[in-house]
């Protein structure tokens, strides 16, 4: 058996497009933009990392399809656009994850567990029919290449719903611990770890 290449880690940024996205349109792009200009000037890191990043609505766009960032020169553009699907972003991430691992390890390398950056600020319009595929993208049983997520909540997010989405509770961004009377921090989170 040959040599791996090296060992990467696939990354995605999937952020909201929806229409409720508009006020952060400029801040969202900024940061995307910001964080490949940043792998691109840090080739150690942008070495052991693919980066993909999807926008989201009603359906899924690939914004920018997992790249090398050492050699990508393209800066992704966000589209505000149509609702809050997270449906179609689990769907999505349900075929698009195991097919990038497998394409990576095809190429020579190892591959560490995908992690999947999830960024809104909405409630999901399709109520709770993102639940099931959700379900089976974290399940490491049914899929062996489940990401870890990382849900981040812009504005009115409900702090519930990023760690609903969330693989694990204390890796959603929510709003900051509310403080005891003796000055302890308390999260503001219902869910136990």
């Known amino acids: 058996m040959a040599e791996a290449k090296g060992v990467l880690l696939p990354a995605y940024v999937v952020a909201d497009e929806s229409g409720s996205m508009a006020p952060y349109q400029r801040e969202l792009g900024d940061g995307v ?18 980066l993909a990043v999807l926008g989201f609505s009603d359906d899924v766009q690939v914004r920018l399809a997992v790249a090398d960032m050492r050699t990508e020169t393209t800066v992704p553009r966000l589209v505000i656009r149509g609702v809050t699907n997270y449906r179609a972003v689990f769907e999505d991430l349900l075929q698009r994850i195991p097919g990038d691992v ?5 190429e020579g390398y190892r591959v560490h567990r995908p992690v999947v950056f999830l960024l809104s600020d909405g409630q999901p319009t399709d109520g709770a029919s993102w ?34 989405v969330a693989t694990r509770p204390s890796s959603p961004s929510s709003p900051r611990p509310e403080r005891t009377s003796a000055g302890r921090s308390r999260s503001s989170s219902t869910r136990s770890p």
């Open 33 to 50: 933009a910001s964080l490949c200009e940043g792998l691109r000037a840090e080739p150690m890191v942008a070495a052991k990392l693919r």
């Open 102 to 106: 497998k394409w990576l390890r095809g």
């Open 131 to 164: 639940h099931a595929p959700h379900a089976e993208l974290t399940d490491r049983d049914r899929t062996p290449t489940a990401p870890n997520i990382i849900a981040c909540g812009l504005g009115d997010a409900r702090a519930q719903t990023m760690v609903d």
